[in-house]
């Protein structure tokens, strides 16, 4: 069954330092989308990205972020100088619509910011 | 950001029992609605979901319940198996950009 696969599984960075989240969405997907969930909280909305621009994005998706599709097949989440509070489980997400609006999530790359 | 609410932190019931989840949103531009589950260090996984045009959707021993009046959706678990412990959240879509928003999550322990 086709998943969504999200690497690395962990990233340790320190502040300031640039880090790149990486996502390979499911192929026949055209919608792409980052979440994150800082421990214990909710899983909250950064960004969806659709014929290769933003939709939409979250007031937490500020000028550190951006998202890119460099090829046909990974979608990537860019923090350019991390903060402590970044620190979170960042999850890739990809929705087809030709069926149901069904997101379907990657496993998920915790990001420790120190 | 409240869209989506989901106001029982935490869930306890017996194996074999029923399991309701409750959810409460307030956007009236959501027309489609979701359950995931979650398991620790893993991404969500979808469980069920549900149109606004519809007000009862199930799948085997998943029931979700929509009260488009209340802006009220309910997820019913017939029999809860220890398997199903797990935290469970709600979320819904606006057919206008299909993003979505989610609950705070319900920890759901079923007990042997």
């Known amino acids: 069954e086709p998943e969504v696969t999200q690497t690395p599984s962990h990233q340790v960075t320190q502040m300031g330092q640039e880090v790149i989240l990486r996502c390979v969405p499911i192929?026949?997907?055209?919608?792409f989308y980052w979440y994150r969930q800082i421990l214990g909280q909710k899983v909250e909305f950064l960004v969806s990205?659709?014929?290769?621009?933003?939709?939409?994005k979250s007031e937490i998706f500020d000028d550190q972020f951006s998202v890119e599709r460099p090829d046909g097949s990974n979608f990537t989440l860019k923090i350019r100088s991390t903060k402590l509070e970044d620190s979170a489980m960042y999850f890739c997400?990809?929705?087809?619509?030709?069926?149901?609006?069904?997101?379907?999530f990657g496993p998920g790359t915790r990001l420790t910011v120190t | 950001d409240q869209q989506v609410k989901q106001n029982s932190p935490s869930l306890s019931v017996q194996e074999g029992r029923i399991s309701i989840l409750n959810c409460d949103y307030t956007n009236s531009m959501f027309d489609y609605f979701l359950w995931y589950k979650k398991y620790p260090a893993e991404g969500p996984t979808f469980l069920i979901s549900?149109?606004?045009?519809?007000d009862k959707n199930e799948d085997g021993r998943f029931t979700v319940f929509l009260n488009k009046s209340a802006k009220h959706l309910s997820l019913h678990i017939v029999p809860s198996q220890p398997g199903d412990s797990a935290v469970y959240f709600c979320a819904a879509s606006a057919r206008y950009n299909n993003d979505m928003r989610f609950g705070a999550g319900t920890r759901l322990t079923v007990k042997p």
């Open positions: 990205f659709y014929n290769n621009e933003i939709s939409e």
């Open positions: 549900i149109s606004s045009i519809k």
């Open positions: 997400a990809s929705l087809s619509l030709a069926g149901g609006r069904e997101q379907y």
């Open positions: 192929s026949n997907h055209l919608y």
